[in-house]
């Protein structure tokens, strides 16, 4: 199976840099790993978007868009569990 590329829009980018002490490293990791399994047990399809994936990372939630065409992970937002679905 091929790997997945991952791009990471601005303001993913942003919410990433903002993270702390561990937390900033276990989200890259969690990055990583979605290059070689984009839908990992535990992801969840998003209720009322076609196409858009989370994952958790601790008390922080990683949305996502997969394509399966041309094979790329969008990652759209990171946040903590309390304001990342707003």
Request: glycine share 10%; net charge positive; charged share 40%.
């Given at each position: 199976m091929a790997s997945y590329e991952i791009e990471i829009s601005r303001?993913?980018?942003?919410?990433?840099k903002k993270l702390v002490g561990e937390e900033q490293p276990r989200v890259v990791r969690a990055l990583q790993a979605l290059?070689?399994?984009p839908r990992p047990r535990g992801a969840r399809k998003l209720?009322?978007?076609d196409d858009v994936f989370r994952i958790r990372v601790?008390?922080?939630?990683v949305l996502y868009t997969v394509s399966d065409t041309r094979l790329v992970i969008l990652v759209l937002k990171i946040g903590h569990?309390?304001?990342v679905y707003r």
């Open positions: 303001t993913a980018e942003r919410q990433l290059a070689d399994q209720t009322g978007f601790g008390r922080w939630r569990r309390k304001d």
